[in-house]
């Protein structure tokens, strides 16, 4: 199928953003995608790490941050850490390797044991990073939660997965954890990080517990299959779910920092996820450490203006953030980008929700270069589909898969068997071939929705998605989202696309409404940017402006207007919120919803 065939298909789609590769600053490695997909193995990706002395397995914090420790590199930044107050402070790869250890000898000496759980609640601290690399280090299973969890989902999440040890601060504990102890009868032991007196059973002062450790360890051997990281799904289409990872996962987060970050050596990455999503564990911690770099932790929650003086101040190089923010920022306006000296940035990356190809090329406007939007989930631990810094960008396409990584889109069959699809452009399950070694090893006491998972050799993802002649992965929505409306099945990312490419739109959600005609009718949720005003005429107007885009089938029949959508605290509109609101149903689990709406 040509380019242009390709746009006559989708309404929304901009012309392809070509990549110069001789413009392209001149990297070492920038890497070829065909002859790479090519020569891909995973036992050849293994091998660009070291494993641990004398053979004994692959241990995710050894990678990160260990076998940097020495040498001159042992002196360079792991991690910038800038405060809200202002604060700004290096930790070495040295220092973090001896703060983990100091902390593995802590568990250690309060007698938790290899395999045990440890939960990790905090801001981005620097004692977030040291604990959850501390417990990996300790062979024990970190497990990050969002500090603005209430009580209720963090005793859920400790209960199922069995939490012996909390890390968390005095004033979290008290506003939270205490009340809920008797709830969690194996949690033995909270660190508390910071100022404050808090009393009950099992709390540790940090200063007392941790940096009064010894800060040498010695890491015992590592099976590349045991369990590390117990990560909770985002919960945006129903109850979390505890997805296990194992030591060797490392090997996908290295290369995928790699190809689809463009992480070097020389870089100042900045990761904005929550450490209490997956992102910011596999990205937000362990890729950029694997490869090297220094990683920028800013404490302060988003703040337009906030984040442009970092990516100024901090001459961020690489930076991975989520469709929202950059709504968010393009809600700001373009200016505010051009005035500022980005020149240390050349790399941008999107995940977490289809990013809007308003966006992509709002990048090109404002930064001089496209956001390179990528897939993956909790489940499968690393980026699967990227756009790459060497490959032309379609703006709304996910992009390609990940060399070692086989994507196909597939059809169900009556037996429980799936069917490949290989005609372009039509729409199916997006599913991936299993054997990558990020990809989850269970739900955590879940045996049969696990099991649910797969067909054959292919794990089913969840989500609908096109691909089309060229290998490009195109989203349509969750299979949950997914509108059938007059015999036509609409996906809500196209029309929520179109809505953005109007001038007065900042964000919008789309759902189906039960509708006795058309089985369902497609409803919009619609922020405005400033200086645009909620009435009749701009409802009139974004339908119209709907319609000519999409067509009067698949464009709203009725749009209402929000000052704010609900989102999960990953930044993801929780559409199936606003549906049960408006179809008057219980709201379900929203345990993760964070902003809501207005
Ligand atoms: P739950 O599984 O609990 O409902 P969740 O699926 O939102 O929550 P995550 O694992 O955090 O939990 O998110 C992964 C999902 O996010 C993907 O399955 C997909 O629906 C969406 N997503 C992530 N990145 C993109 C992207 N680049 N484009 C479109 N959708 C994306
Ligand atoms: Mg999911």
Known sequence: MSEEALSDSRPSVYPPIRKDREALRPRPNLFDYESECAAFSWDKARALLDGLPDGQGLNIAYEAVDRHASGAKGDKAALRWLGKAGERRDITYRELSEETSRFANALKCLGVEPGERVYVMMGRLPELYIAMLG???????????????????????????????????????????????????????????????????????????????????????????????????????????????????????????????????????????????????????????????????????????????????????????????????????????????????????????????????????????????????????????????????????????????????????????????????????????????????????????????????????????????????????RADDVIKSAGHLIGPFEVESALIEHPAVAEAAVIGKPDPTLGEMVKAFVTLRPGHEASEAMRRELIGHARKKLGAAVAPKEIDFRENLPKTRSGKIMRRLLKARELGLPEGDISTLESDEK
Not at 212 to 240: K, N, V, W, Y
Not at 301 to 307: C, G, L, N, Q
Not at 353 to 380: C, I, K, R, S, Y
């Open 135 to 477: 417990a990996l280090k300790a062979g024990c299973v970190a497990s990050p939660l969002f500090s603005a969890f209430g009580p209720e989902p963090i005793a859920v999440r400790m209960q199922l997965g069995d939490g012996r040890v909390l890390v968390t601060t005095p004033r979290l504990y008290k506003r939270k954890v205490a009340g809920i102890r008797d709830q969690v009868p194996g949690l033995a032991h909270v660190l508390l990080v910071g100022e404050g007196e808090v009393e009950g059973d099992g709390l540790h002062r940090w200063d007392r517990t941790v940096e009064a450790a010894s800060p040498q360890f010695t890491i015992r051997p590592t099976d590349p299959e045991d369990m590390a990281l117990l990560h909770f799904t985002s919960g945006t289409t129903g109850r979390p779910k505890g997805a296990i990872h194992v030591h060797q996962a490392v090997v996908a987060h290295h290369v995928t920092g790699r190809y689809a970050l463009d992480l070097h050596e020389d870089d100042v990455f900045w990761c904005t996820a929550d450490p209490g999503w997956v992102t910011g564990t596999s990205y937000g911690i362990i890729a950029p450490l694997t490869n090297g770099v220094t990683s920028i932790v800013a404490e302060a929650e988003f703040d337009a203006e906030t984040w442009f003086d970092i990516l100024e101040q901090e001459k961020v190089s690489v930076w991975y953030t989520a469709p929202t923010a950059i709504r968010m920022m393009m809600r700001i306006g373009t200016d505010v980008a051009k005035g500022r000296d980005l020149s240390a940035l050349r790399f941008m990356a999107s995940v977490g929700e289809p990013l809007n190809p308003e966006a992509v090329v709002w990048g090109q406007e404002a930064f001089g270069m496209p956001f390179h939007d990528n897939w993956w989930q909790t489940e499968t631990g690393g980026i699967m589909i990227a756009n790459y810094a060497a490959l032309d960008i379609r703006p709304g396409s996910m992009g390609r898969p990940m060399p070692g990584i086989e994507a196909a889109i597939v059809r169900k069959l009556d037996s429980g068997d799936v069917e490949v699809i290989d005609e372009p452009m039509v729409e199916g399950e997006l599913a991936l071939r299993r054997g990558w070694p990020s990809m989850m090893r269970g739900y955590l006491h879940e045996e049969e929705r696990y099991r649910k998972s797969f067909a054959g050799d292919w794990y089913l993802t969840g989500d609908l998605a096109q691909r089309d002649s060229d290998g490009y992965f195109w989203f349509v929505g």
